[in-house]
C-alpha cells in the first residue's frame, strides 16, 4: 500500500519550497484549500467530450459522476480534456489522430501532478488512444466506457448503425427506395448520445478494454442512456482512488494472459477488423509483441459468440446488454480465457464473472451453438501481403471463401468512384475490385474505405457483393467480401503496387491465402518500373505521421512511441 507521502503529486504540493507554494497558491486560485489536496491521491478524468462528438455527448455529464466516486473515496478529481475523435466529422479519418491522441494523453498524464485517472471515451479511436497513452505512462487507471446509443427506430424497424446505412444506400441507388424512406432513416439510426449501437468498432473496442481487464466488469454492455451507466461512471472513480493506494499499476494488467483474453474476447463478439490494429498497438505498448498470427491462431479456437450486426442476425448492443453483456459473454468462454489475470476490480477474470448469467443464450450464444464456428478474422498471406491481410469471413458470402478472378485496380479513391459509377465499366460477378495507395502512408491515415461501394453495372444486375481489396480498413459496422489492411501498402512499394488489372487474383480463406498469378520474373519487372510517390505531408503533423507510421500488421503506432524505442522517458523536474 501506497502511503501519503509517496503520492506522485505530493511531489507537487508538498514541500516547504516556493515552486510548491507556487502550486499551492495557484490551488487556492481555483477555490481549493489543503483539505482538497493533503495525502489524497489526485484523480485525471481524462474527458474526450466535445461539441462535435455526438457519441461522447453525455460525457460532460458522466465526468461529474466520475468525480462524485472520486470525492467519495477521498481523493481529488481534476477533469482534463483532449482531443474528441469524432469519427463522424474528423476527416480525412479519425485513424490519423489516434496517436496523436495517445500522445496527449501520455503527456498531459505525465506533465501535471496526477497519481490516477478514469479515461471517458469509446467512438472508435478514443478507446486505443486513451488505453494506449495511459498504457505508457504507467499509472493506475480504469476505462470508463461511453456506452452503446439505443437501438435505432424507423418506421417499426430496428436500424442498425453504419450497417444499415449501407444496405439502405444500395438500395437507394439501385432505386427501389425514395428520399421520403431515405430521410426517415437518417432521422431514426441515431437517436440518443452514445456510440454506435452495432458490434462496431466502438462496442468492439469497449469489449476489448473490459477483455483486457481495464474496465469494471459489465462496464462496456451499459447502454449510454441508462441510469445504470452513471452508477459505473460513478464507481470508476472509486476505484482509480484504491488502486493508486494498491499501486495497481497497468503493467500489472496488461500482461500476455491479459492480451490473450483480449483477443479472444475480440474474437467471440464477432469484432470490427479494426481491432486487429488497436490490439496490435495496445498490447506493444504494454511491451507484448503480439502479431497477426496469435490473432489467427486464437481466431481457429475462439468462435463468434455475440449474436449482433454485422456479424450476426438483429441484435443490437442494447439486447446484448439484457442478455448479461459482457460478463456473461466471457463466462460462456469459461475455460478458454486466462481466469487467473489480474483486471482494474484487484481482483481476477475468473472472480470478476464468478456468477455471470446468460439470459438468452439467442444473444450470446454457448460454445456448443456458435453464430460461426472460428473467430470473426482470418488473417491471409501471399505474395500480395507478404506481411499479412484480414478478412471478416463470418461478415461475408460464403461462396467467396475460395475465390479466383481477374483484378480491376483503382490507384484513388476518385478513380473508384468513376469505375463504380460507370455502368457501362466491363466486369463481371467474379471481378475483384481493387483499391491501392489508401494504407497508413497513402490514405493517409488508413481511411475506412475496404468496403469499396458496389459498383453500379453490378447492383442493376442484383449483385450485392463481391471480393473486394485494399490496404485501407473498413467500419467495424461495414461487411462484405473485403480483403483489408493488405501489407506492406502500395504507396510504399508492397508487391499490391505492382498488381494490374486483368491480373487474376487468388482468395482462400481456409487456406488463408491471398496471391496474384503473377510470375516472380515478371513482378520484378513491374518493380524495375515503379516509382515512390512524395510523402503525402510536408509539414506539421501530417509530416512526423508520414516519417514515423508503422504498417498496419505492427498497429499503425509511431516508431518511436513503442515501448522499447530508446530510454524510458523520465519524471518531469518540478
Ligand atoms: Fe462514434 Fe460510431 S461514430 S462510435
Ligand atoms: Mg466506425
Known amino acids: 500500500m501506497k502511503k501519503p507521502e509517496d503520492l506522485r503529486s505530493a511531489r507537487w504540493f508538498a514541500p516547504d519550497d516556493l515552486r510548491s507554494m507556487g502550486h499551492r497558491s495557484r490551488a487556492r486560485q481555483m477555490g481549493l484549500d489543503g483539505n482538497d489536496w493533503e495525502g489524497k491521491p489526485i484523480i485525471a478524468v481524462i474527458n474526450t467530450w466535445s461539441d462535435l462528438s455526438p457519441c461522447h455527448h ?86 470508463m466506457p461511453a456506452g452503446a446509443m439505443l437501438r435505432g427506430n424507423y418506421a417499426g424497424q430496428k436500424l442498425g448503425s453504419g450497417t444499415d446505412v449501407w444496405k439502405y444506400w444500395d438500395e437507394r441507388r439501385a432505386g427501389t427506395i425514395g428520399k421520403e424512406e431515405w430521410d426517415g432513416v437518417e432521422g431514426g439510426i441515431a437517436r440518443s448520445y452514445g456510440t454506435c449501437m452495432t458490434m462496431g468498432t466502438a462496442s468492439t473496442m469497449m469489449s476489448i478494454a473490459e477483455g483486457f481487464g481495464l474496465c469494471l466488469p459489465g462496464a462496456s454492455s451499459i447502454p449510454a442512456p441508462d441510469a445504470g451507466h452513471k452508477r459505473m461512471a460513478a464507481a470508476c472513480g472509486r476505484r482509480a482512488v484504491e488502486m493508486v493506494w494498491e499501486d495497481l499499476t497497468p503493467e500489472k494488467i496488461v500482461t500476455w494472459e491479459a492480451t490473450r483474453n483480449a483477443v479472444r474476447v475480440a474474437m467471440a463478439t464477432g469484432c470490427s477488423t479494426n481491432a486487429v490494429i488497436h490490439l496490435l498497438a495496445m498490447a506493444r505498448r504494454a511491451g507484448i509483441p503480439l502479431t497477426l498470427d496469435e490473432f489467427d491462431a486464437i481466431g481457429r479456437e475462439v468462435p463468434v459468440l455475440a449474436n449482433l450486426r454485422p456479424s450476426g442476425d438483429t441484435y443490437l448492443m442494447e439486447d446484448f446488454f439484457y442478455a448479461g453483456g459482457l460478463p456473461a459473454l466471457m463466462a460462456e468462454l469459461g475455460d478458454k480465457l486466462e481466469l487467473g489475470a489480474m483486471t482494474v476490480t484487484g481482483k481476477t477474470v475468473g472472480e470478476n464473472i464468478a456468477g455471470a448469467k446468460n439470459f438468452n443464450d439467442d444473444v450470446i450464444r454457448p460454445l456448443s451453438n456458435p453464430v460461426y464456428h472460428e473467430g470473426s478474422l482470418a488473417v491471409l498471406k501471399g505474395n500480395l501481403a507478404p506481411d499479412g491481410a484480414v478478412i471478416k469471413p463470418a461478415a461475408c458470402n460464403p461462396d467467396f471463401w475460395q475465390h479466383r478472378g481477374p483484378a480491376l485496380v483503382a490507384d484513388s479513391y476518385a478513380e473508384l468512384k468513376e469505375i463504380i459509377n460507370d455502368e457501362d465499366h466491363p466486369m463481371t460477378p467474379d471481378t475483384v475490385l481493387v483499391l491501392r495507395n489508401a494504407g497508413p502512408q497513402g490514405g493517409p491515415g488508413m481511411p475506412e474505405w475496404g468496403m469499396l461501394p458496389m459498383p453500379k453495372a453490378l447492383l442493376k444486375q442484383g449483385i450485392r457483393d463481391m471480393v473486394r481489396m485494399s490496404d485501407a480498413r473498413m467500419s467495424g459496422t461495414s461487411y462484405g467480401a473485403c480483403v483489408l489492411h493488405i501489407a506492406p501498402e502500395a504507396y510504399v512499394g508492397g508487391p499490391l503496387a505492382l498488381l494490374r488489372t486483368g491480373d487474376m487474383v487468388v482468395l482462400d480463406i481456409p487456406g488463408r491465402k491471398l496471391e496474384m498469378e503473377v510470375s516472380d520474373e515478371e513482378l520484378a519487372e513491374r518493380r524495375k518500373a515503379w516509382q515512390a510517390p512524395a510523402p503525402r505531408y510536408e509539414r506539421g503533423y501530417g509530416q512526423m505521421f508520414s516519417q514515423h507510421i508503422e504498417q498496419a500488421d505492427k498497429g499503425c503506432d509511431f516508431d518511436y512511441l513503442r515501448t522499447d524505442f530508446g530510454a524510458p522517458v523520465p519524471e518531469p523536474e518540478i
Do not use: W
Open 58 to 143: 453525455h460525457l460532460r455529464d458522466r465526468a461529474e459522476f466520475v468525480k462524485k466516486g472520486v470525492y467519495q473515496a477521498g481523493g481529488m478529481p481534476v477533469e482534463m480534456p483532449v482531443q474528441s475523435f469524432s469519427e463522424q466529422f474528423l476527416k480525412p479519418t479519425s485513424m490519423l489522430y489516434r496517436n496523436f491522441g495517445a500522445m496527449e494523453v501520455e503527456e498531459v498524464l505525465r506533465s501535471h501532478p496526477i497519481d490516477g485517472a478514469v479515461l471517458l471515451g469509446g467512438c472508435d479511436k478514443s478507446t486505443p488512444a486513451l488505453v494506449m497513452g495511459a498504457i505508457s505512462m504507467g499509472l493506475p487507471f480504469v476505462f
